[in-house]
């Protein structure tokens, strides 16, 4: 699976801003994405993740309630929708995937953690500040 991901940019304080993640390649099952971010001098923290199959949606406590993660199923297309932005979530944001079987868990139960995911996208800017 390769992913792209896009739509960073810079937003001011209170403003909303939508990530896009394509996905390409093909592959057997269903994809669960993820959302992860890395501020400079900090760890990956994983933000969402989507199993496509179900339609399931996960969200870390920090982004709970702000973000909000989408998918287009035959575009193959994972969106974050990041709303209420705070100069804390400032980092790079990047799309992580993971490929299942109908019948198995989409999205890991630890799908915070990066070492779930075996496809990344290369990371976009977000930059929020007045």
């Known amino acids: 699976v390769q992913l792209q991901a896009s739509g960073g940019g810079l937003v001011q304080p209170g403003g909303s801003l939508r990530l896009s993640c394509a996905a390409s390649g093909t592959f057997p099952g269903y994809l669960a994405v993820a959302w992860f971010r890395q501020a400079p001098g900090k760890e990956r923290e994983g933000l969402s993740c989507i199993s496509y199959g179900e339609g399931a949606t996960y969200y870390a406590d920090s982004v709970k309630g702000r973000f909000t993660i989408s998918r287009d199923f035959f575009k193959k297309e994972t969106y974050l929708h990041m709303n209420s932005l705070e100069p804390e979530d400032s980092a790079v944001y990047y799309c992580?995937?993971?490929?299942?079987?109908?019948?198995?868990?989409?999205?890991?139960?630890?799908?915070?953690?990066?070492?779930?995911?075996?496809?990344w996208g290369r990371g976009t800017q977000v930059t929020v500040s007045s």
């Open positions: 992580a995937a993971r490929t299942y079987e109908i019948g198995v868990r989409g999205c890991p139960q630890d799908f915070e953690a990066p070492d779930e995911y075996p496809s």
